[in-house]
């Protein structure tokens, strides 16, 4: 127990930051309330932001029926609670496949039905709103899309939570004034997801930028979760990029898991297996334990007034 209150004190270091109260105040709807109290997002019945560690996972695109049933039960068993899986794909090839669209949400509703599990999936195009929003429990909105200032908007009224992923070159201030677009338009209900962000090193798709998640938690009353599949890029690297979410304090993850990863249609290489993913989350469990010690807040800290 000694190096938990350890921990505790080394994550209350880290946000006794002055300059960030200033750099992210005016973003009032998503920044912490006076009372320190976070909101939780409630999509389909599963709440993030809460006490629980809420992973979402599925194949980078929805191919198929078969694939994507195998999967959310796959998936389920090993402990996920919301189902992720494109219909809309934004790809950076004109060339590569761009999702099945309209039966791809088709697909995602009857896995829901099939398995109890919450969908997730991402919405490209204002004009795609309130079809999409008939389908999922929770709108993503990718990191191309991170500044498409229609979309957000439109999100406000859509009724159901956004799920908003960082932009691959944005700040957190950035990040923070996309959310606050999307909660000036009406919808509060918000989770930010940190996914990496293009530096200058190639080992890597991406950079995951970890000190996101205790700065977003600290300056920000939102839900912070992370994809470690688009970060890594490789599937060896998604376990521990996982572990490293968690003990940092994050609220969850997204992970990308096929069938068979090799024939992936979209991102394989990030991909893992069923037997990956379940070992991923049985190795997961003592980190989550320090994640509760991480986030339960200090009384010294609260005296002084820290965690604000
Ligand atoms: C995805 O989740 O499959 C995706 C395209 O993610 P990102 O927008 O982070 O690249
Ligand atoms: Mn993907």
């Known amino acids: 127990m000694r190096h938990y209150s350890r921990l505790r004190r080394i994550a209350g270091r880290a946000i006794m930051n002055p300059k960030w109260n200033g750099q992210f105040s005016r ?35 929805v191919e198929s029926e078969r694939q994507l049933l195998q999967t959310a039960e796959a998936v389920a068993a090993a402990g996920a609670r919301i189902l992720r899986g494109g219909a809309y794909k934004p790809r950076s090839s004109p060339y590569a496949f761009q999702g099945l669209g309209l039966d791809g949400l088709k697909i995602l509703s009857k896995a829901r039905a099939e398995t109890g599990l919450a969908i997730v999936t991402e ?6 709103v309130d079809l999409v929003a008939e389908y999922a429990d929770l709108m993503q909105v ?21 799920l ?9 201030e950035e990040f923070l004034q996309s959310a606050q677009v999307i909660a000036m338009n009406g919808n ?29 938690k600290t300056v920000s009353r939102l839900p912070v979760i992370v994809d470690p599949s688009h970060a890594a890029g490789v599937r060896t690297l998604v376990p521990v990029l996982a572990r490293a979410a968690a ?10 898991v096929h069938p068979s990863p090799d024939q992936a249609m979209s991102d394989g290489a990030q991909s893992l297996t ?35």
């Open 27 to 61: 973003f009032d709807l998503v920044a912490k309330a006076s009372d320190g109290m976070p909101s939780v997002v409630c999509a389909g019945g599963v709440e993030i932001g809460g006490a629980d560690f809420v992973v979402m996972a599925g194949p980078c695109a």
């Open 142 to 162: 990718g990191t191309r899309s991170m500044e498409n200032y229609a979309l957000l908007e439109r999100l406000g009224g859509c009724g159901r939570p956004v």
């Open 274 to 308: 069923f037997r990956g993913f379940s070992d991923m989350m049985d190795d997961l469990q003592p980190y989550l334990d320090l994640r509760k010690a991480v986030q339960r807040p200090s009384p010294r800290l609260v005296a002084m007034g820290g965690m604000d």
């Open 247 to 256: 003990v940092v304090g994050a609220d969850g993850l997204i992970v990308e």
């Open 164 to 172: 908003l992923k960082r932009g691959m070159t944005a700040t957190l």
């Open 123 to 128: 919405v490209m195009g204002e004009e795609d």
């Open 188 to 216: 509060p209900q918000i989770v930010l997801c940190e996914r990496g962000i293009r530096t200058f090193e190639t080992a890597t798709r991406n950079t995951l930028d970890i000190a996101a998640v205790p700065v977003l």
